[in-house]
């Protein structure tokens, strides 16, 4: 089972930066790659950043040069930095976590944190 723990958000100003942090653990499942998503009401959910634990991370068109995904390999924890933030970044925001079977490699899972707001005043 794996268990994300996001931590973070908040309010902030518009122009400002918010850092959200999201901590993984399980043992019976291998994580690969970690996201964050984001909805805001009205809206679909849509994916903000993406970080694969081999290759190069991918972000949405409204947050590049903005947000910058990053991870902490010894603690298991991802990490969002968000800068020049608009009053448009207002959602929550969610942690996602693939991963596959540590006795069944070719099957993925998806596991999500609980999600934390993010509100920007503008």
């Known amino acids: 089972q794996v268990q994300l723990v996001e931590s973070g958000g908040g309010l902030v100003q518009a122009g400002g930066s918010l850092r959200l942090s999201c901590a993984a653990s399980?043992?019976?499942?291998?994580?690969?790659?970690m996201s964050w998503y984001r909805q805001a009401p009205g809206k679909e959910r849509e994916s903000v950043a993406r970080?694969?634990?081999?290759?190069?991370?991918t972000y949405a068109d409204s947050v590049k040069g903005r947000f910058t995904v990053s991870r902490d390999k010894a603690k298991d924890t991802v990490y969002l930095q968000m800068n020049s933030l608009k009053p448009e970044d207002t959602a929550v925001y969610y942690c996602?976590?693939?991963?596959?079977?540590?006795?069944?490699?070719?099957?993925?899972?998806?596991?999500w944190g609980q999600g934390t707001q993010v509100t920007v005043s503008s």
């Open positions: 970080i694969p634990f081999t290759g190069t991370s």
């Open positions: 399980g043992t019976i499942f291998s994580l690969y790659a």
């Open positions: 996602n976590a693939e991963a596959t079977g540590i006795y069944d490699p070719n099957i993925t899972y998806d596991f």
